[in-house]
């Protein structure tokens, strides 16, 4: 009799985890847009601004019912890889390369200033992170084998480049993915943390150097994305951006802040550009081949949706959940 209820509890353990587990889903909200968005920013859950290629962005002030798009006027081919938004009139886009720029708004998005350009051949703005509406911090590729870091204490209004003597440095093919503004991420109230890519695929924390047994030897492999619980908990996603549907290495797990890694035993379900921590023991990440959800700190994912997205985020001040990618198309997470 007791073996029986065992079975029992165990059968109904599983049928509650799937109810669950089927009841995410992801619902396009926006598409058509002749734009690639990498950058995404949600505010709270009202506010949403996303930037992409050909100088676009875009911002919802209405949970993503309705959107207004610009076009940056003498931008018009620049890709705007990331945004950071303080609120429905501040926001910064950084435009990557050619030459590398960040530009401020403060009406909207009506009107766009360059807080910082710099004409560098080499040079290649990766991702921003902002601890705060006053503190923030762009990375960019290794120059001379240095990590471009420049850090700004007035909302992005004025940004300064970090002295190159102070720079981490990166090994020989080692750089970073343009690919969601999440490459790097707040650790603490002072502290940023971020991933590399390439021939080799790293995790810089303070003064360490980590090696990351993450997929990685070429070009387009390595680690695209990190997402925070605490000091302790990180998950990294990646993989190879050529090979959307292989899921060789291409999540790892840490839970002593870098120490040790391990490897889910469901493995998201193809190459991953972000990954996102929603609170608890939840989890999302979003490639070229779709959507997965992790319900138990990474262990396993769920494949919830075959969309594709290459930036997910989660309001910083609510629990909206809201995803962009090619072709202008936003989408919003429903639990």
Known sequence: MQFKIKINIIAIGGILLSMVTIAQRVDVIETGQKTSIRGL?????????????????????????????????????????????????????????SPAYILRTADGGNTWKVVYENKLTEMFLDAMEFWNENSGIVVGDPI???IFIARTFDGGI??????????PVADSGEAMFASSGTNIRKLNKQEAIFVTGGLKSHLFLRNNKINLPILQG?????????????TNVMIVVGGDFNTKDS?????????????????????PHGYRSCVEYLGKKNWITCGLNGIDYSIDEG??????????FHVCKKAKKGNTVFFAGIGGKIGRFQQ
């Open 41 to 97: 920013s949600v505010v709270d859950n009202r506010i949403i601004w996303v930037s992409g290629s050909n100088g676009m962005v875009g911002k919802s002030i209405d949970s993503g019912h309705t959107w207004k798009w610009v076009t940056v006027k003498g931008f018009e081919k620049t890709d705007f890889r990331d945004i950071e938004a303080f609120d429905e009139t501040s926001a910064v886009i950084m435009g990557v390369a």
């Open 144 to 146: 001379n084998n240095k």
């Open 158 to 167: 004025h940004w300064r480049q970090i002295p190159t003597e102070n720079n």
């Open 218 to 230: 070429t070009q387009s492999t390595g680690a695209n994305s990190i997402a925070v619980k605490n």
């Open 247 to 267: 899921t060789t290495n291409n999540c790892v797990i840490t839970k002593d802040g870098g120490k040790t890694w391990i490897t889910p035993s469901i493995l």
């Open 299 to 308: 262990q396993t994912w769920q494949w919830i949706s075959k969309e594709s």
